[in-house]
């Protein structure tokens, strides 16, 4: 897939933009205020594999919060700044990695200068905001609530903040509208070569929110266009760290492991199909390399249909067959093909390990 010519920034030591991986970002949901449970949160996210991490500032004792949680993250902490400029400039001093404001509610041009000058002298990266709820009225006026009107919005405080020197930056350009997202995005990419920051906003909860994000972030992924993403929704951090990575792997930008291919079923199927999908996930779940799995209902059409796979099983009535690379290795009583098919990853997954020491051996 052709990935858009973006600049390379850097948010505290992960890169965004360039030829970068693309980045699953979160925000903490807990009050800023209460160390111990937001904490647990930014622990939770870091082993659920989250990379970059925006916490909102809204007051004073919030921001004290903030200095500490910069001293036991992981990973790179954004300030989420709302309205203050000053709590923005506190944040970059205390160590922030980026402080994400937007220009619209910050109160004008020369409190972003402020801001702009305070990361300059830090090495603090910014990520600038721009909202469909916050537009400037001059665009408005001219462009009325369009895409346009924030593509044009993501541009005018791109050029602003390069005018300063300073172009460790990306943009997010947010609406809670798939398609006013998506064209927004295509407007801008084709003018600037800022990183990118993805995200519909306010996606909603549940199946639906995780569709939602997933067709906006993913059609635009696909378009080539995004640096890092957040999937936004409504409920525990964790999942929109997961569904992130969902949405990366199954595009093939991003690898987190083994994916499973399991077949809808039908009246053919001969196994528990979604039984055995689960139990092939739980024992794989330690299994770091890019792998195809297939979990098949039936041996007449399975190992035909997931042909693409890597390994699988076709469930038969009695007996299972056990494949690899599209060839049959074996036919196992049902009760055993689970443990044969883990069998055969372990060889992949040692094979894909001694791989690579010859690789870096020759390097
Ligand atoms: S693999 Fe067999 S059981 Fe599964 S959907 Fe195809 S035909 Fe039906």
Redesign the pocket.
Known sequence: MLRRKSRRITVGNVPVGGKAPITVQSMTKTDTKDINTTLSQIVELQKAGCEILRISVPDEESLEAFGYYLNKASIPLIADIHFNHKLAIECIKLGASCVRINPGNIGGKERVLEVVKAAIEHNCAIRIGVNAGSLEKGIMRRFGMTPRALAESALYWSKFLEDQGFLNFKVSIKSSDVRTTYEAHIIFAEKSDVPIHLGITEAGFGEYGIVKSSVGIGSLLLNGIGDTIRVSLTGDPVKEVKVGKYILQCLGLRSFGPEIIS????S??KID?EELAKKVAERLKDVKIPLKVAV???E???PG?AREADCGI?GGKHFSLVFKKGKVVAKAPNDEALDMLIEIIKELEENDGSEKAAISHQV
């Open positions: 077949c809808p079923t039908c053919r199927k199909v098949m209902g039936c007449v059409n399975g249909e076709a």
